[in-house]
């Protein structure tokens, strides 16, 4: 370590090199961050919230069938690992004669890890909410689906802003997975240039700085949607 | 307006109502008082099928729940429909201002125009007292003011009944009377109400019969006058040492 910063802090020219390198590599790198990474985590994101609803009410349904699938499908995701699903849907697949590309075989996966994961978060949030306030809106009248989605919902989604937003943000750094299903996103550049001119450190450092800016501009978002929120919270 | 016959409500083994017969008449204020844990509340939230009986039946308006077999959605709906309830707990909706809390039923349940419902808000929360509070959220409203509100959204569905259960009993000694003279008015503009209250001064003040349950049976009705001073039960008489 020592050395490496000793021989090209004494070299001007490797200096002038390696920030070439890396102002060079900073728009490809971006392109993939724009183009793949955060489509990436934003499509997945919408699919995997609905998903994770739609499995934390069949996991606080009275049906059994429901709750049996929806607990089937948290265990199954949850206890094996991201990437080996991934290389299910894209290498697996094919053998049966599935075949995905891999941006949306990604999407997939991700989807349904963020639908697992979050489905938790939900449900747990949804059980928070006092059950008096079910018995409020049945007493004026309103049926599930509107006591759900006027009443409880709202009060839920604020309770879960925190635990999604590590869901969202861990998702950010997940799909660096997707370079190995050759989707073409940020890290995946990052690993092109730098087998091309072996200034590994430099790029991956570089790529680390990007995925740790967008994280931190998300953390901001999620503060100001608490805020938001809470505004009617003593 | 009311007839209850036999009503039983089990919860697992526990049996918490043991046939109870009882008739409210239109217009009637019916204050049920009772040991806690002798299923007056219970008795309370069977009137809007929020605890489903375990067997009996009610009639309300000439609709008929009996409980012997399932009961319908659009039954449930009719009885929820007619009746409206004030909690102990107030359970209000906190995301939700006063006037967004009376608004919500007449416009997500009875599709009432907002403009329409909006204009009803406003003149029940007047009537309440709360007239200058519309955009309050329930956080920045007092024990009393929050329980108005829940009188207010209670009301805004127009039903022909109102159900409280234990109104006061969550508030502040000092703002007891603001919430029972709002039910006192209500009485008096000829409202059927059946109230569980530990208020004696209010089942005096304002109902027309009170009713005595204790272990989940009606141990003794009469009017207030009446029931109070002269009870004819060791029971009754036994409870009303305690408390008053």
């Known amino acids: ?234 | 307006m009311i007839s209850i016959k036999g009503l039983y409500k089990k919860f697992g083994e526990l049996e918490v109502l043991k046939g109870i017969d009882l008739e409210v008449n239109k217009g009637e204020v019916v204050v049920v008082i009772g040991p806690s844990g002798s299923g007056k509340t219970t008795l309370l939230r069977c009137l809007n099928i929020l605890e489903v009986p375990t067997a009996g039946s009610i009639t309300l308006n000439g609709h008929t729940a009996d409980f012997s077999k399932q009961v319908a959605k659009n039954e449930i709906n009719y009885f929820r429909s007619e009746t409206g309830m004030v909690f102990q707990n107030y359970n209000l909706f906190p995301h939700k201002t006063a006037l967004e809390n009376v608004m919500e039923g007449p416009v997500i349940v009875k599709k009432e125009p907002k403009d329409v419902a909006r204009k009803k808000a406003v003149s029940l929360l007047n009537k309440v007292g709360l007239g200058d509070k519309f955009d309050f959220y329930p956080f920045q409203l007092s024990g009393g003011q929050q329980q108005r509100v829940g009188i207010a959204r209670a009301l805004a569905l127009e039903p022909k009944v109102m159900l409280f259960d234990e109104p006061t009993s969550a508030l502040d000694p000092e703002l007891v009377g603001e919430v029972l003279q709002v039910m006192k008015d209500l009485a008096n503009e000829g409202m059927t109400m059946v109230v569980v209250t530990h208020e004696m001064r209010f089942a005096q003040d304002a109902a027309d019969e009170v009713i005595f349950i204790d272990e989940g049976k009606v141990i003794e009705r009469n009017k207030p006058s009446e029931l109070f001073t002269n009870p004819k039960e060791e029971r009754t008489r036994q409870f009303l040492n305690l408390i008053l």
């Open chain 1, 1 to 234: 370590m020592k050395m490496y910063l000793t021989n090209i802090l004494a070299d001007p020219e490797k200096i002038q090199r390696l920030l070439d390198i890396a102002l060079t590599s900073l728009w490809p790198l971006l392109e993939g961050a724009l183009y793949y990474t955060l489509p990436l985590t934003f499509i997945s994101f919408f699919f995997g919230i609905i998903l994770a609803v739609l499995t934390a009410l069949a996991r606080i349904s009275t049906s059994k069938p429901l709750q049996i699938i929806g607990r089937i499908y948290v265990s199954v995701i949850r206890g094996t690992p991201l990437l080996v699903q991934l290389f299910i849907l894209f290498f697996g697949l094919p053998t049966v004669g599935i075949v995905i590309d891999p941006f949306p075989a990604a999407v997939f996966g991700f989807s349904l890890n963020v639908g697992a994961y979050a489905s938790e978060v939900i449900r747990a949030a949804i059980q928070s909410i006092p059950k008096g306030q079910w018995e409020a809106a049945h007493t004026i009248g309103m049926n599930y689906t509107q006591t759900l989605r006027r009443i409880i919902l709202p009060q839920a989604t604020r309770v879960s802003i925190p635990p999604l937003s590590n869901t969202f943000i861990s998702l950010v750094k997940d799909t660096s997975l997707a370079s190995l299903i050759l989707v073409t996103e940020m890290f995946r550049k990052a690993q092109e240039i730098a087998s091309a001119n072996y200034e590994f450190l430099l790029l991956y450092t570089e790529a680390a700085i990007i995925y740790w800016l967008i994280c931190f501009i998300l953390s901001l978002i999620q503060d100001r949607i608490e805020h938001r929120l809470g505004r009617y919270v003593a």
